[in-house]
């Protein structure tokens, strides 16, 4: 949506420099008495001095830039402090953070399209985010979705149509790892006057796509960002004035639909945000290691790190140097029976990780795709996206000695293909 020279990827790029610096830039927020760590305000609610603020706050003439809060579903200050920094990591003007990742995707799109209004996304997806623009959408508000492989180019370009208001995908994608060419995505959003809006769940640190392009960036903020599994939280990052309008009091997306996140789990993310880059970095070492270990047995094995990756080139072009290549793999058993048994040795002979759906844990964890978080997709949307239902997709954690881990590993892959 903005112009072309502000999206010149490398002096972007250039000017935001390392996202550790980024987020190191912004401000430290002291406590209410001083204390090094933020305050929770835990107030739903704020008085005024004056009568005359609350219709300046309803006209939108003062809020909370200008320290006139008002409610919490509108604005709170921890909340506030937490979008500060997630805005640092990725770039952006601006940031708000929601209930869930699931509420910060569905308040983006519906504020991004009205009912007949059309969405282009690329056909491999976190199941979520299939499902509700490819069922609920539809049939909900009439916002109809084209799913296409964005590797092709050409195909995004022909699924665009007059009302297509958002170009949507995951940087990395969920599961396949495939990686999107948010360049030139961006570079056809621009073309046709849609958003380009980039999910980076799997990607915090190493991937910046609003420096690539991306014109709004979500997380699910319950992975790798929050890190400890006991929080279920999302973020919306763009500009200052689509984040506004999200909060608009009167047709605000988020503001109407309510997911508003509350100020206790923004505290205990805003505590883990500073050690995000050193898990990071951690959890990318280790899934190199696995899936280099993996490929080294003969495993149908695909991570964005390794040479034999179908977009090898194209995630070095665009990744943060320092961060690695992430921390998920997969692996193809050739059928959920074998699946089932790598999954079950590795959790219960070998103490390597969990059966569990999510990712960004210190624990490793462990899914088989197409019969969980992708199970919202049929068989023929599974083929097309590349999802078999051998796959396991691992989110690798970093708690145990490498070496031990490499060893249990290599265990689980020989009891499975035994
Ligand atoms: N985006 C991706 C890539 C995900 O993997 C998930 C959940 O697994 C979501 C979004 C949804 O996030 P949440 O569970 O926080 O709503």
Sequence with gaps: MADDAAHDPAARRAAAGDPVARLAATRHEFGEHGGVNLSIETSSTFTVLEAGIL????????????GCFLYGRHFNPTVMALSRQLAA?????????????????????????????HVVASGTLYGGSWA?????????????????????????????????????????????????????????????????VVDNTFAPCIVSPRLHG??????????????????????????????????????????????????RAAYEVATRLPSLPLRMREHSRRALAYATRLAE??????????????????????????YGAGGLFTVDLGSPERAAVFMEHLQNAEDFGYMAVSLGFSETLMSASAASTSSEMDDAALAEAGIPRGLVRVSAGYSGRLEDRLAQLERGYRAATA
């Design 297 to 322: 047995l003969g495993a149908r094995v695909v991570y964005p790190g390794l040479a034999s990756h179908p977009d090898h080139t194209l995630f070095m072009r665009l990744a943060n140097p320092g």
């Design 89 to 117: 990591l990725e770039a952006t003007d601006h940031a708000y953070c929601t209930a869930s990742g699931m509420a910060a995707i569905s308040g983006v799109i519906l504020a991004s399209c009205d009912s007949g209004d």
């Design 132 to 196: 509700l623009l490819h069922d609920f959408l539809p049939r909900k508000a009439a916002i109809g979705t084209s799913f296409v492989d964005v590797a092709d180019l050409a195909a995004v370009e022909r699924a665009i149509t007059p009302r297509t208001r958002v170009l949507y995908c995951e940087s990395i994608a969920n599961p396949t790892l495939r990686v999107a060419d948010l360049p030139a995505l961006a570079a056809i959003a621009r073309r046709h006057g849609c958003r380009l």
């Design 214 to 263: 991306a014109d709004v960036v979500v997380h699910s903020l319950t992975k790798f960002i929050n890190g400890a599994s006991d929080i279920v939280a999302g973020c919306v990052c763009a500009d200052g004035d689509f984040i506004d309008g999200m909060y608009d009091l009167h047709v605000g997306s988020l503001m109407l639909l309510g997911p508003a996140m509350d100020p």
């Design 55 to 66: 219709p300046d706050i309803f006209q939108g003439r003062s809020g909370p830039r200008g």
